[in-house]
């Protein structure tokens, strides 16, 4: 089998940009990894598909919203790697009109099928009785679960930070369902402080971190959310240009957009120690967004 995971090693770039209090800011090019299976899909995934290879499995099945960078990922790896992907996507009304998403339109290209469900019977998703009628409608099947953490994702983001990195006082992060930070806390020195940017508004990301973090030296960031998943406004939208414009780097404005303005907000108020270092995870997810913003 090709392996799609052999090559992890990816640059880090230095922001060149005069910033208040002596800090130092650094971008981890994650997004570099692989051009269709990046960043943290790339972690996440790659001790997944082995575990459904090793175990004989022909097939995963895995969930997501109709944009989903997760869906766009497993799609892609299942067409290098030659494995059959099903997505189960949230929203019976997209399957009248899902070729005209540019996420599953490239998903379809790659090869997945999809199952279009009702919100209602979305949230049902972990239960034993739809996970039956899943397998008697497609088969056996490798279940990765929706935004791809599990055991397995936290082994490979665990993979993210690197011996060298003990130089950083700060690990910054976008957190969607909290398995990207969990690996990188794991992986920590104990000096480092890991702070976390959740996209989305609500509390219980504390304790979806706690199920997989080992240490405790971690924080969130609870006010660059922008109103919540996929929202965002033109404040954030001319950061994300005029950090292209300044850095070449492309962020999105539903992960590392959000990242990224926090991380500019903080160093502004003060929030960083002086003279201290910030490595800024790049955890990809640029599906879509090419074209968009520039
Ligand atoms: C580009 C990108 N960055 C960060 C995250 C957040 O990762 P996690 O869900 O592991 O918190 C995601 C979510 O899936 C993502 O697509």
Same mark, same amino acid.
Do not use: C, M, W
């Given at each position: 089998m090709k392996n799609l995971f052999l090559n992890d090693v990816v640059p880090t770039t230095k922001i060149d940009l005069p910033f208040q209090h002596g800090i130092e800011l650094f971008v981890r090019?994650? #997004?570099?990894? =692989?051009?269709?299976?990046?960043g943290n899909k790339f972690r996440k995934l790659k001790y997944n598909v082995e575990a459904a290879v090793g175990q004989g499995y022909k097939q995963l099945l895995t969930f997501g919203g109709a944009y989903s960078n997760h869906i766009a990922a497993t799609a892609a790896a299942g067409r290098i790697l030659g494995i059959q992907t099903i997505g189960v996507i949230r929203g019976e009304e997209i399957a009248a009109c899902y070729l005209d998403n540019p996420t599953l339109k490239k998903a379809t290209e790659d090869g997945m099928r999809f199952k279009f469900v009702t919100r209602t019977e979305y949230r049902t998703k972990d239960s034993a009785v739809f996970l039956r009628q899943l397998e008697e409608e497609f088969g056996h099947f490798y279940l990765v679960p929706e935004g791809g953490t599990n055991e397995e994702a936290i082994k490979g983001t &665990? &993979?993210?930070?690197? &011996?060298? #990195?003990?130089?950083?006082d700060y690990v910054c992060c976008a957190v969607g369902t909290g398995g990207t930070i969990a690996g990188i806390i794991n992986s920590s020195f104990a000096h480092q402080i890991i702070m976390g940017f959740p996209v989305l508004k609500g509390d219980f990301l504390q304790e979806e971190i706690k199920k997989y973090a080992a240490k405790e030296n971690w924080m969130l @960031?609870? #006010?660059? =959310?922008?109103?919540?998943?996929a929202k965002y406004n033109a404040d954030l939208l001319d950061f994300i240009r005029e950090f292209k414009q300044k850095t070449g780097i492309l962020l999105d404005p539903i992960y590392t957009g959000k990242l990224l303005f926090g991380i500019f907000d903080l160093i502004k108020q003060g @929030?960083?120690?002086?003279n201290s270092k910030i490595l800024a995870i =790049?955890?990809?997810?640029l599906q879509g967004w090419n074209e968009k913003i520039k």
């Open positions: 090019r994650e #997004d570099l990894l =692989h051009p269709e299976v990046s &665990e &993979e993210i930070l690197q &011996e060298g #990195d003990a130089t950083y @960031q609870t #006010d660059y =959310h922008f109103g919540g998943y @929030q960083f120690k002086n =790049h955890t990809g997810g």
